[in-house]
C-alpha cells in the first residue's frame, strides 16, 4: 500500500475545496463578476496619438470617471515595444456628454489624435446564449455520465460530473473574488477546463477499473486499490499538468493584455482539474460505492434479527 493515504483523507480534500466554493458562492451573490463589454456593450474607441503612448498613461486619464477597468490595446506595434500612436480603447456604454469629457481629458493628460473610429456595440453574448450556454454544459454533463457509465459504471459518472463542477466553481470563484473581466474568451477558457479536466479523471478511473478486475477480491480493501491506483497514474498527471502549466503560464506572463485573462483562467483551471481528478473524483467514487454497499448489507442485516 502506498505510504501516503489520499482516500483515508478525504474529508480534508472536500474540507479545502468547501474553504474555497462556499465563500465564491457568497461573494458570486453579494459582489458578482466584472462582466466585460461582451456581455454589457459598451463603446470602442479607435485614436492615434501624435506620439508614441503608453497604456499606463491612458489608464490613468480614464480613471478620473472610474473607467481605469476598460481594455486598452496598443496597435501596430513592434513586438517587445510598450508604446505605440494607435490606441483602441473598449469602455462601458458612455452617454454623449460624459464621452466628450473623457475625451478632452485624454487630449490634456496624454495628447493630441486622431479619431480613427468611436462607435457603440451591443452585447454580443446576451442572456439567451448565456442560457444555451448553461444548457449546453448541463446536456453534456448527462452525456458523460451516460458514456462513463456505459464504459465503467453508473457511480464513475457521477463522481466525473461532480469533478468537473468542482473546478468550474473554483474559476467562477476566483473570478468574483478578483472581479477580473469576464468576457466571451472566459467561457471558451471554462469549455477548455471541463475537456481537460474530464481526460485527466478517466485515466485515473481506468487504471481503477483494471485494478478491480485483476486484483479486487471479494475481502479487498477498496481504499489501498484507489490509492495504488492513483500513485501509478500519478506520474502521468503531474506531467502533463506542468506542461500544460508552464506554456499557459508563459502565454499569461509573456502574452498581451488580451489574453492574460484566458490564461489566468486556464491556470486556475487547470491547477483545480488536476486537483480535483486527484483528490476529489476517485475519493468520491470510494464514498458512492461505500454507501451502495452499506445499503445492500443493511437489508440482509435486519433479516438476520
Not at 472610474?66 to 496597435?75: K, M
Not at 513586438?79 to 466628450?100: A, F, H, P, Y
Amino acid at each position: 500500500m502506498p505510504k501516503f493515504d489520499i482516500v483515508g483523507h478525504k474529508k480534508i480534500w472536500f474540507a479545502i475545496s468547501l474553504l474555497v466554493i462556499i465563500p465564491g458562492i457568497i461573494c458570486m451573490f453579494v459582489r458578482g463578476f466584472n462582466f466585460g463589454i461582451d456581455f454589457t456593450g459598451g463603446t470602442i474607441i479607435d485614436l492615434k496619438f501624435d506620439r508614441p503612448v503608453a497604456i499606463a498613461e491612458v489608464r490613468t486619464s480614464l480613471a478620473r470617471y472610474n473607467l481605469e477597468g476598460s481594455t486598452i490595446q496598443l496597435s501596430g506595434q513592434d513586438s517587445g515595444v510598450e508604446t505605440s500612436e494607435n490606441v483602441m480603447i473598449r469602455t462601458t456604454d458612455l452617454e454623449e456628454e460624459q464621452r466628450k469629457e473623457v475625451m478632452s481629458s485624454l487630449k490634456s493628460d496624454v495628447g493630441d489624435y486622431t479619431v480613427l473610429r468611436e462607435e457603440k456595440v451591443g452585447a454580443t453574448i446576451g442572456g439567451e446564449l448565456i442560457t444555451n450556454a448553461v444548457l449546453a454544459l448541463v446536456v453534456s454533463w448527462v452525456l458523460i455520465i451516460a458514456y462513463v457509465a456505459y464504459r465503467f459504471e453508473f457511480r464513475f459518472g457521477i463522481a466525473a460530473v461532480l469533478a468537473l463542477i468542482h473546478d468550474i466553481l473554483i474559476v467562477l470563484a476566483v473570478f468574483s473574488f478578483t472581479q477580473r473581466p469576464v468576457d466571451s474568451s472566459f467561457i471558451a477558457a471554462l469549455l477548455t477546463i471541463v475537456g481537460y479536466s474530464i481526460n485527466d479523471t478517466i485515466v485515473i478511473f481506468d487504471r481503477i477499473r483494471e485494478n478491480l478486475k485483476l486484483h479486487f477480491g471479494r475481502n479487498g480493501d477498496i481504499n489501498e486499490l484507489v490509492n495504488r491506483s492513483i500513485f501509478q497514474t500519478l506520474t502521468r498527471s503531474l506531467y502533463t499538468v506542468f506542461t500544460v502549466m508552464f506554456t499557459t503560464a508563459a502565454l499569461f506572463f509573456f502574452g498581451g493584455d488580451t489574453t492574460k485573462d484566458f490564461a489566468f483562467a486556464l491556470l486556475v483551471g487547470f491547477g483545480s482539474g488536476c486537483y480535483s481528478s486527484i483528490f476529489i473524483a476517485s475519493p468520491l467514487w470510494v464514498t458512492f460505492r461505500n454507501w451502495s454497499e452499506k445499503k445492500r448489507h443493511q437489508p440482509k442485516a435486519a433479516a438476520a434479527k
